[in-house]
């Protein structure tokens, strides 16, 4: 599914479905405590991110890495607990963890959010020279011998292929695995390969976007150049720095921030 499809929602309403159905359809479960589902995520930005917004609506949500939480998460005490490949798997305290009565009488769920890393740093991709990056995203697949019988293991991501997607089955050992595919082509996005003629100036290339700039300002269609430098990147900034001239800023202030343009690196 694409990047802002809400991929992201499926798991984070997933315990609350568990709680309205149990409670609904199954007389003898009555949830004294709230389920936990855990969400294995490559980097910790991501994690910090998903957790803000879980908490700022109100539900209780940790991250791994967080020394305040910890303890919390160790006793069971958060609905969502983000980790990564490593902790939950090397790291003695956290593999342990799934083994505690919180989890195995309370977990509903593990996912994987962006699981092409699961091919991407967990393998070698068929190349016996590369090194492979971060090795416990191969062996993800321990996690079913941790947790109850039962437990459903979700995958997500907006980047895979078909050849990506089976691996990623056969690694999670998902058997007949329900899939939703979605058309990951975002219309407000396009991605555009320019060859640079040697014989024209780079100013020179950049001009329509020059003139767009001092035309619609703010309005001007978001772009990205990408360089392969810094030197480069700097270079560029630099022309359309000297271009645009007072049109740079959005307003009289002459603020940095308030800049039209700027370089990243």
């Given at each position: 599914m694409p990047t802002g499809s809400g991929k992201s929602l499926v798991f984070q309403i997933a315990p609350l479905v568990e709680m309205l159905m149990s409670s609904r359809y199954i007389d003898s479960v009555v949830w004294k405590q709230d389920p936990i589902i855990i969400i294995i995520c490559p980097l910790v930005a991501l994690m910090k991110d998903q957790v803000n917004r879980l908490n700022n609506i109100g539900f209780k949500a940790a991250y791994v890495g967080c020394e305040e939480a910890e303890k919390g998460i160790d006793n069971g005490d958060f609905m969502y607990v983000f980790i990564s490949s490593e902790s939950i798997l090397s790291n003695e305290r956290w593999r342990c963890m799934l083994e505690k009565k919180p989890y195995q009488e309370r977990l509903v769920g593990i996912v994987v959010d962006e699981a092409h890393c699961i091919v991407e740093w967990g393998t070698s991709s068929n190349n016996k020279k590369k090194t492979i990056f971060r090795i416990w995203y191969s062996r993800l697949n321990e996690l079913r011998s941790l947790v109850q019988k039962g437990v459903t293991f979700l995958a997500l991501t907006a980047t895979a292929t078909k050849h990506t997607k089976q691996q990623i089955f056969d690694m999670l050992e998902l058997k007949e695995p329900v899939e939703i595919i979605d058309n990951p082509d975002r219309p407000n996005i396009c991605f555009v390969v320019q060859k640079m003629d040697n014989g024209i100036n780079i100013a020179?290339?950049?001009?329509?976007?020059v003139d767009e700039l001092k035309q619609?300002?703010?309005?001007?269609?978001?772009?990205?150049?990408?360089?392969?430098?810094?030197k480069q990147c700097a270079l560029l900034f630099n022309i359309f720095r000297n271009s645009l001239g007072t049109d740079l800023f959005c307003n009289e202030s002459n603020d940095p921030r308030t800049r039209l343009c700027d370089m990243m690196h």
């Open positions: 020179d290339h950049f001009k329509f976007l619609h300002g703010r309005e001007t269609t978001r772009t990205i150049i990408y360089c392969k430098t810094i």
